[in-house]
Structure formats: structure tokens, C-alpha cells
């Protein structure tokens, strides 16, 4: 099923789809390799019935296996009143893509169940979930070798907590069992920095952008992230933990925040966390003080500024809107933020794009962490914290004794201090999102027929993914 926005735009996986095919043409792909690529493999639908509040609801939700070259398949589960097919469809290939792009090495799935969580308690939505769960188990779309979950809009580490309880009860002789899913909590084998991670990494992507002087110049713009002007939409996970690390260590200008009901604006820079505290005591953005309150939030995505970044949801900028954008560059936070034809616009304006697929994938790097942790059955750091400690007293017992001098004691703290999971995380994440961008960076200058973002960071996915299929064949 494909189904279809309103004014007959392309559906989401249509979308995602056109946009490859922008990259297997760069590249000249074989066509039956560029199929095998595209195809989503495996579709599960279930529907099943929860006892809620003395009626029987049925409940309706999915499970996409988009590709298998690498197992497990890896993709986050989204509770939303709109869920449909196409869409899990559409982001279970991104997650394919995602993954190539970042060197983890997962295939791409998705999950999706209707739903609107705030109409449901907290032990009605545990229920809900086991459910579901069940259900996934029950079809081989959930276990730590061949499917593993993690989190999307409308769950958390609470619904990753219940899924790994729920596998763990039917898989008991599965030592592996707490890596079925990830996202969970660090008591219940999360690992430290994933709740974080998807919006740190979309920082660290734009701090990689700012190092980067062509980019920079081509982008219209100059200097380096502190100072510019930023428009924000979205301050649910992914939004928040991007906002406050600009606002807070980039010193960047978040002068408007897009949510769901409305927006607010103010050219000196809005506090992300007070943003953030006030929408969670008073259930909106309306009111908040020291800042115009625009009703009409989407309006607020064509004011100018330097750099929007959209992490709200799909389909943000379509070819409604998509002549109105006055940024200089459009960070995608969000998955699908841009439709196909609104990017066929941009494409036209001086306006630079970096794409979904890398610049969220963030949260996927730290899930693949938290899953080698899980296999591992060991925190990162443990065994080598104490011994880089000792090695690092050593050292600066060494250079003081040569140059009898003693070391400032910041020195001497950043020197012996050794590494804790929460340290070796984003370390990881850096390299990964500095790496990736690099690649992508090199492939759209390597390529003339490449001349954005998008395209190049599809290029480097369907790249490594037909080297895959044409090492070992397809059978
Ligand atoms: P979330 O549910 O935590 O937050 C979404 C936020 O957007 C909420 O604050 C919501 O009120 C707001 N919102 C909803 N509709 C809006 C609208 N029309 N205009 C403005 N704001 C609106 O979800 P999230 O986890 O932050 O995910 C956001 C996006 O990032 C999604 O596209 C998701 O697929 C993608 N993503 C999330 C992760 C992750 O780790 N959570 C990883 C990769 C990609």
C-alpha cells in the first residue's frame, strides 16, 4: 500500500525512493542490483486485541524488514495515531541507508503501532506493548540476532524496558536476551548517553560542516557555528538534545523554536531548557515569556535565518512551502522532513541540505554500542578505567620529575582522569559522525554529476551495500 499525501504528492517511500534514484543514476547501477536494493524485504502487519477499561480495543501496527545483508535488521518502533504502512516502509529504508552511511553494520527495519499514547495509562500502555511484542516475536521480527528495535517518536527507554522483559520471559535460554532491543534504561542493560544520541550526533555533524571551509562557502555562509541564527521545529527528543547543546556550548542563536502548537520567536536567542521546562508544566508553547508566540507554527519554517533545522516529523517542507525557505542550510534532523518534490525546488536555491540519513543517525551509532555492550555482557571502560588512571599518575610523575616543575592541576585531572562508558560513547559517536561526513564530503566532490549532500550520502550507502550484494551473490 502506498499511500499517497494530500494533492496527490508522492508517498513517503516514494519519496525516500526517488531520492536514491537520483544516486543510483550518479553512479550508473546496475538496474536488478538497484532493485534488490530499494525493495523492502519482509512486511509484517498485526493486528491484536487489549482489554482496555472493560472493552476490547483492536490494535493495528507494523513491522518492515527493508534489508538483511547484515544481521540483525535494526530499526525504531513509533507509536503515533497516523502510523501507516508506507510510512514504516519508507523509514525502514532509511534505515538501510543510515546504517551504510554510518558503518554500523545493521540491515533496516522499522516498526509502527497506532496509537495515540496520551489517550492511555502507563500500565494500559505496558500492557499494550507486551502485546505487541509478543506478536513481533511470535512472526521472527524480534530477537537479538535477526531484528532489534530501539526507540522512535512516541517511545522511550520505559517501552524498550517492557520489550526486552517481554523476550526475555519466552527466551529465557537466550543468554543474549537484553540485546533484543536497545534504547532501554542503563539499570535494565541501556548504555549511558543513548537517550542523547541521536540529537548530539546532529551536533557533532554540523560542528564536522564548520570544519569544512568549502563546504562553508558554498553553504553562503562563514565562520563557525557560534553566533548563527537558528531556527529549530521540534523539541521532542531529538530537538531538545540538539537545541540545548547549540544553545548551551556552540553558542549558537536558537531565535525560534516550531512546535506543535505554534511557535515562538526572539532574535536575542531562546533558552532551550527553560523552553523545554515550560511546555512540560504548562502543556504548551503558548505563553512563554520574553518571546512573540506565532499561532501559525509552520509559517515560522520560511522566516529567514541560517540554519533550519527540522526535528519535528515527515513531509515538513513540501512543495507548499519549500519556495518560501529563506535559510542559507537545512540540517534534517527529523526523518523525511523534505518531500522529494519540495527538494526538487530547493535544489534550485542557493540553499544546502544535509540529509536525514546521516545527519540523524546518531542514535543508531549508540544503539550498535549498546548492542556490542549487550553481547559483551560488560560496561565499556570497566576493565581499563583504573589501569589508564595508573598509566596517566605515571606519566605526569615522569614529566615532573624531569622538568621539576609540577603541572597545573587541570593538566593534571584531564591527563590521569581515564575514560568512562559515557566518555568512550561520545567519542565514538564523534568519530562516527566526523568519518561519515568526511565520505560523504569526498563523494560529492569526486563526482560531477553529484552536486548535493543528499545525493552524495546515498551514493556512499548504495555503494557499500552493492559491494555486499555483489560479494556474496544473490540467492
Ligand atoms: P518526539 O516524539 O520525542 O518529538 C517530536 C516533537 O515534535 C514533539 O515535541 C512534538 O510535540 C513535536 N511536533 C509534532 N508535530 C509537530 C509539528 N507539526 N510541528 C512542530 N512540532 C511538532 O520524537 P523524536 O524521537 O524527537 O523524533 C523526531 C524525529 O526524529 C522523527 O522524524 C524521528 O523519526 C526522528 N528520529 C528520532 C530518533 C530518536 O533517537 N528518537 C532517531 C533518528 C530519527
Same mark, same amino acid.
Given at each position: ?17 526517488? &531520492? $536514491? ?91 509502527? !503501532? ?21 506478536? !513481533? ?37 537466550? #543468554?543474549?536476551?537484553?540485546?533484543? $532491543? ?23 555533524? &554540523?560542528? %564536522? ?44 542563536? #536558537? ?17 532551550? %531548557? ?28 520560511? &522566516?529567514?535565518?541560517?540554519? !533550519? =533545522? ?6 515538513? #517542507? ?22 522529494? %518534490?519540495?527538494?526538487?525546488? !530547493?535544489?534550485?536555491?542557493? =540553499? ?61 585531572? %584531564? #591527563? ?31 563526482? $560531477? ?15 557499500? =551495500? ?5 560479494? =556474496?551473490? $544473490?540467492?
Amino acid at each position: 500500500m502506498q499511500k499517497k499525501q494530500n494533492n496527490n504528492s508522492l508517498s513517503f517511500s516514494e519519496s525516500v525512493n526517488r &531520492m $536514491v534514484d537520483r544516486a543510483i543514476s550518479a553512479i550508473g547501477l546496475d538496474p536488478g542490483v538497484a532493485n534488490a536494493i530499494k525493495t523492502c524485504q519482509t512486511l509484517v502487519q498485526v493486528k491484536f486485541p487489549v482489554q482496555i477499561r472493560d472493552k476490547i480495543e483492536i490494535f493495528t501496527g507494523w513491522r518492515a524488514v527493508h534489508s538483511t545483508h547484515r544481521l540483525p535488521a535494526k530499526g525504531g518502533i513509533r507509536y503515533a495515531p497516523i502510523v501507516n504502512q508506507d510510512e514504516v516502509e519508507a523509514l525502514a529504508a532509511l534505515m538501510t541507508y543510515k546504517c551504510a552511511i554510518v558503518d554500523v553494520p545493521f540491515g533496516g527495519s522499522k516498526g509502527g !503501532l497506532v496509537i495515540d499514547p496520551s489517550k492511555y495509562t502507563r500500565d494500559e500502555l505496558q500492557t499494550i506493548t507486551r502485546r505487541f511484542a509478543r506478536e !513481533l516475536i511470535r512472526r521472527g521480527v524480534l530477537s537479538p540476532a535477526t531484528n532489534v528495535p530501539a526507540p522512535d517518536m512516541g517511545t522511550g527507554e520505559r517501552e524498550m524496558a517492557w520489550i526486552a522483559d517481554t523476550y526475555k520471559h519466552l527466551h529465557p535460554e537466550d #543468554i543474549n536476551y537484553a540485546a533484543c $532491543v536497545t534504547g532501554k534504561p542503563v539499570a535494565h542493560g541501556g548504555i549511558r548517553g543513548r537517550v542523547e544520541a541521536t540529537g548530539r550526533g546532529v551536533v557533532y555533524c &554540523m560542528r %564536522e560542516f564548520f570544519r569544512h571551509p568549502n563546504d562553508i562557502k558554498s553553504a553562503g555562509l562563514d565562520g563557525g557555528l557560534g553566533g548563527k541564527r537558528i531556527v529549530l521545529q521540534g523539541l521532542g527528543n531529538v530537538g531538545y538534545h540538539t537545541g540545548v547543546l547549540l544553545d548551551e556550548e556552540d553558542e549558537a542563536k #536558537i531565535v525560534a523554536i516550531i512546535e506543535k502548537d505554534g511557535a515562538l520567536i526572539n532574535e536575542n536567542g531562546l533558552p532551550v %531548557e527553560k523552553v523545554r521546562q515550560y511546555i512540560t508544566e504548562n502543556k504548551t508553547i503558548k505563553g512563554f515569556p520574553d518571546a512573540t508566540y506565532v499561532k501559525d507554527g509552520k509559517r515560522v519554517l520560511e &522566516m529567514e535565518c541560517d540554519i !533550519l =533545522i527540522p526535528a519535528a516529523m515527515e513531509a515538513q #517542507i513540501t512543495k507548499e512551502n519549500a519556495e518560501n525557505i529563506k535559510t542559507k542550510l537545512i540540517i534534517e534532523a527529523a526523518n523525511g522532513p523534505i518531500t522529494f %518534490e519540495a527538494d526538487e525546488i !530547493l535544489r534550485k536555491k542557493p =540553499i544546502t541540505i544535509l540529509p536525514d540519513a546521516f545527519v540523524n543517525a546518531g542514535g543508531v551509532t549508540v544503539s550498535y554500542f549498546e548492542w556490542i555492550r549487550n553481547l559483551s555482557h560488560i560496561r565499556f571502560g570497566r576493565m581499563e578505567k583504573r589501569f589508564d588512571e595508573l598509566r596517566g599518575q605515571h606519566m605526569i610523575t615522569a614529566i615532573e620529575s624531569l622538568t621539576q616543575q609540577s603541572a597545573p592541576d587541570w593538566i593534571r585531572d %584531564e #591527563i590521569i582522569r581515564g575514560a568512562d562508558e559515557l566518555d568512550l560513547v561520545r567519542s565514538g559517536l564523534d568519530d562516527t559522525m566526523r568519518l561519515a561526513y568526511r565520505e560523504i564530503s569526498a563523494a560529492r566532490n569526486e563526482n $560531477v554529476k553529484i552536486k548535493d549532500f543528499r545525493t552524495a550520502a546515498y551514493v556512499v550507502a548504495i555503494n557499500k =551495500i552493492a559491494r555486499s550484494y555483489l560479494d =556474496i551473490g $544473490v540467492y
